[in-house]
């Protein structure tokens, strides 16, 4: 029988509806065979994996879904394979003896004089192997070996756990306390445990009941958000910084963790209960599962999930806001972002934008798609440009969390566009210059300045997740060049599609100060209720209060706050679309601006 570690950890995401999302970022494949139960422990950086079978006591290497029980010692009744290295060279025990696997065969390294039995634990790619020997009081000492003979590695009984290729070795005291060895040299650490080490010496594993990260001599707290009755713990750290491990609950029922290289913690999308034993520098995550078998999760490309606005016209001379939203199994992976909004596909004579999550700065690409422009950070006061766009690096922001990575890209087109029918695409690479083809995001039309002084200009929160049965304000923004007592109709426009049926569909008159709805059937206009009044619209989607509507106007901007209660019976996705009408009968027509996540209605 095997014991599992129980885990669980409240996944925070940067808005609801990307969970799903999450969960597809990993390709898994179970770790199982036939007539067999197997519980994995370790992997390389191929993902080829090692652990022990509780039916055949045995242990096991698994490749690609193909499995190979590892011989026994003569003699011995069982065998367990803990640890395999790039070269293939795996380490377990077999009875008594620690045994490394080469070439399929067992080699017996023995026990050390004056112990009972001896356990290999981890390998490095130098064929350098930690183990735990073990006296007949049962206390366990740190052993290493190295050029065909044991070392003991530490000064007192315990035990260890990990050794880089540098041959720095970790591990936990018996009497309390862990340990850093290297070269004959012992170091005295503050953590709990000691789990992991990478090839920069960081090192994982927990500190008062916190999963921990030890560097340059202080430890970083990775949970500091643990509630009462929580524990986490670290298990293992890449070279490139990635961490796996688990948090503990009071109930018997969790999900493995990782934390990212800035420290943010979060479940690893798409698994079930059980716990993250191993990462590798591919940033596969190698888990055991508690109520499945054990699984190998591999990471897909970054993603591209959505752009806002993504259609509608555009005006040349205008700045616009384009928010891209990308996805990746690490979001701290990412190598660059891309934006593209040309004729077709061509990227020639484009507005070609790029964002280098590493450097932190901007880019945009030349005329004749042969060179990058600029290399400036979001929030400097600088501004890029070729012949078809402008980007404003001062009023471009980028924002991750999770898995989720945000660019508002800033952007003015130029005269090279107008009166074409573009279309949008974006596309992110990662560190591993794993990408997808560009992805259409959608279409528009941009237009020459002169034609509408209107601009619908912004909406916020543009993405958001709302619980049907509460209420929702949301703030809508429009400009006039004109100045916004110019602005005459403003509409605001909630459905799952682009459509005016069904929809929840209110217009705000600004020469009579009041708000009206649109029909179902889209064929007239109801209410006439000014703005702060005690009156309500009852819509597909729910409410529209009135008391808790307001009108603005400052200088260019109309801002007007939308109180809307939702009240729909399933959970669904709604688009918002906004226009707005300027005296002279100017528009820029509908443009989606933000997205709703809802939440079903329990009556």
């Known amino acids: 029988m095997r014991t599992r570690v129980l885990v669980l950890l409240s996944i925070l995401l940067l808005m609801a509806g990307t969970a799903a999302i999450a969960g597809s970022l990993y390709t898994t494949t179970s770790i199982q065979s036939s007539n067999a139960d197997l519980c994995a422990y370790a992997m390389n950086a191929a993902g080829k994996v090692v652990g022990y079978d509780g039916i055949s006591n045995r242990g096991f290497y698994w490749d690609n879904g193909l499995v190979v029980f590892l011989p026994r010692l003569a003699g011995a009744t069982d065998s367990f394979a803990l640890d395999i290295n790039d070269q293939g060279d795996i380490v377990g025990s077999s009875g008594d003896h620690a045994v490394l696997w080469r070439g ?98 960081q090192i994982v594993g927990y500190y008062n009941r916190h999963a921990a990260l030890w560097q340059n001599g202080s430890i970083l707290d990775l949970s500091p958000n643990l509630s009462s009755g929580m524990f986490a713990h670290a298990n293992k750290i890449s070279n490139r910084g990635q961490i796996v491990g688990q948090i503990h609950f009071p109930d018997p029922h969790g999900y493995p963790a990782m934390w990212y290289r800035s420290g943010r913690e979060q479940v690893v999308p798409g698994s079930d209960c059980g716990s993250a034993v191993d990462v590798n520098d591919a940033g596969q995550i190698l888990c055991n599962g508690e109520y499945y078998p054990d699984f190998l999760l591999t990471p897909k490309p970054p993603q591209d999930i959505s752009l806002l606005p993504n259609g509608g016209y555009f005006k040349t001379g205008m700045r616009y806001t384009f928010s891209s939203i990308y996805v990746d199994a690490n979001v701290d992976t990412i190598s660059n972002a891309y934006l593209l909004i040309t004729v077709g596909s061509a990227r020639t004579n484009a507005a070609y934008v790029k964002y280098e999550p590493g450097s932190n700065l901007l880019w945009v690409r030349n005329d004749s798609d042969g060179a990058w422009i600029g290399g400036f950070a979001p929030g400097s006061d600088n501004v890029i440009e070729n012949s078809a766009c402008k980007l404003y690096c001062k009023e471009t922001t980028v924002d991750s969390s999770g898995n989720v990575a945000v660019v508002k890209w800033r952007l003015e087109f130029k005269s090279l566009l107008a009166g074409k029918f573009c279309t949008a695409w974006m596309k992110a690479f990662d560190d591993r210059n794993m990408t997808y083809n560009f992805k259409k995001m959608g279409d ?61 569909y209110f217009k705000y008159d600004a020469i009579s100060n009041r708000l009206y709805m649109r029909d179902s059937t889209n064929q007239t206009w109801t209410g006439g209720y000014a703005p702060g009044s005690n009156n309500d619209f009852w819509t597909n989607f729910g409410i529209l209060h009135c008391s808790g509507c307001s009108i603005t106007k400052s200088g260019n901007v109309l801002t007007i706050k939308w109180n809307i209660e939702f009240t729909y019976s399933d959970d669904v996705t709604l688009g918002v679309w906004m226009n707005a009408v300027g005296k002279s009968g100017t528009s820029p027509g509908f443009q989606e601006l933000g997205t709703i996540f809802l939440n079903q209605y329990y009556q």
């Open 444 to 504: 528009m039309t941009i237009t020459a300045k002169s034609l509408s002084p209107v601009t619908n200009a912004s909406l916020n929160p543009m993405m958001h997740s709302a619980n049907s049965g509460d209420v929702d304000t949301l703030i809508a923004q429009y400009t006039d060049i004109n100045g916004a007592a110019d602005i005459s109709q403003a509409y605001f426009l909630i459905n799952t599609s682009y459509t005016t049926t069904n929809a929840s």
């Open 104 to 201: 399929g065969k067992a080699i017996d390294l023995g026990i050390t004089s004056g112990y009972i039995s001896c356990q290999a634990v981890r390998i490095n790619n130098l064929g350098q192997i930690i183990a735990n020997a073990t006296t007949s009081d049962y206390s366990s000492m740190p052993m290493l070996w190295k050029n065909g003979s044991w070392y003991v590695i530490g000064n007192k009984y315990g035990t260890a756990y990990d050794i880089n290729d540098s041959g720095q070795a970790v591990g936990t005291y018996q009497s309390g306390g862990t340990f850093l060895w290297q070269n004959g040299k012992i170091t005295d650490l503050s953590l709990g445990e000691a789990c992991g080490i990478n090839s920069s010496g």
